[in-house]
């Protein structure tokens, strides 16, 4: 079955940038979006963004906006997200999320819906 | 920026409903997802679009809407449905998603 897998857990120094994968084996990639949500210890779930594949775009929240780039590869089938400037409160497991797409209407249907998760990858900021 | 607000938890005794609210302006037009969270693994939908379950989760879960508020029910909650619940959206543009705090759901 269709499945989300990450990267290995990852060890930064402040100010250094990380680059976390999902690859989705097993199943579709182009027609899915692909979301990245991150958890810091204590807290809760954050959405960081989301890779539109049909436009090949993404979409960032505005706390994000210009620290974090969400690309996708469709030849390997695989999403990615980068966090530059890393500071010590953005250690924390960072997951990733498929969406489905609706396009038997127009226009195309993003649909905020997360169907499928990756394991989580911890990311962990430290001198 | 946009908010939504959950209770920070929830109790109940085995066999009883648990009811988890969500509260934010755009819920009145915009739908509402649960996921359930358990520590050291992946969220899992138990909702989508405010009220539809997906393939898999057990029928004791339900989701409603009414207004500016959502409320996801367990009932008969059962030992093992003890998680963290999220609930989720977009503000009124569609362009920003948004958890809420999330609530601790305890079954003792």
């Known amino acids: 079955q269709v499945q989300l897998v990450q990267s290995g857990a990852e060890v930064k120094r402040p100010g250094s940038s990380v680059t976390v994968s999902c690859k989705a084996s097993?199943?579709?990639?182009?027609?899915?979006?692909f979301s990245w949500v991150r958890q810091a210890p204590g807290q809760g779930l954050e959405w960081l963004g989301t890779f539109i594949t049909i436009f090949d775009t993404a979409t960032y929240a505005q706390k994000f906006q210009g620290r974090v780039t969400i690309t996708a590869d469709k030849s390997t089938s695989t999403a990615y997200v980068e966090v530059t400037s890393l500071r010590s409160d953005d250690t924390a497991v960072y997951f990733c999320a498929r969406g489905p797409i609706d396009c038997s209407s127009h226009p195309c249907y993003i649909d905020p819906y997360l169907d499928l998760w990756g394991q989580g990858t911890l990311v962990t900021v430290s001198s | 920026s946009y908010e939504l607000t959950q209770p920070p938890s929830v109790s109940v005794s085995p066999g009883q409903t648990a009811r988890i609210t969500c509260s934010g302006d755009a819920l009145a037009r915009k739908f509402a997802y649960w996921y359930q969270h358990k520590s050291g693994q992946a969220p899992v939908a138990v909702i989508y679009e405010d009220v539809k379950r997906p393939s898999g989760i057990p029928e004791r879960f339900s989701g409603s809407s009414s207004g500016a508020m959502a409320t996801l029910t367990i009932s008969g909650a059962q030992v093992e449905d003890e998680a963290d619940y999220y609930c989720?959206?977009?503000?009124?543009?569609?362009?920003?998603?948004?958890f809420g705090g999330g609530t601790k759901l305890t079954v003792l």
């Open positions: 989720s959206s977009t503000d009124s543009s569609g362009h920003q998603r948004v």
């Open positions: 097993g199943g579709a990639f182009s027609g899915y979006s």
